[in-house]
């Protein structure tokens, strides 16, 4: 069953924070910055489980090919936080 994604707030701002960043680096890096992470959450939807456990439930999603970005989720009933 996929679940919705839910971001936390601070999740979320750091997300922004880290499109800048790209952005700033290299004009069109921000569009494959985010274009690696909604494959990486399509992963996370598809097959959450797949994803190692690191500590209290929470899962690690790692992008490691041009991006250090690590993505942390809950698998709830309904829904995945990030």
């Not at 996370?44 to 690690?60: A, C, Q, S, Y």
Request: net charge positive.
């Amino acid at each position: 069953m996929k679940r919705a994604i839910v971001f936390r707030r601070l999740v979320a701002e750091e997300f922004e924070q880290s499109v800048a960043y790209y952005e700033n680096k290299q004009a069109g890096l921000s569009l494959q910055f985010q274009a690696t992470v909604e494959q990486t959450l399509h992963r996370i939807t598809e097959h959450p489980e797949w994803f190692p456990l690191v500590r209290n439930g929470v899962r690690r999603a790692v992008m490691v090919r041009k991006f250090p970005f690590v993505l942390h989720f809950l698998i709830e009933e309904q829904r995945l936080v990030i």
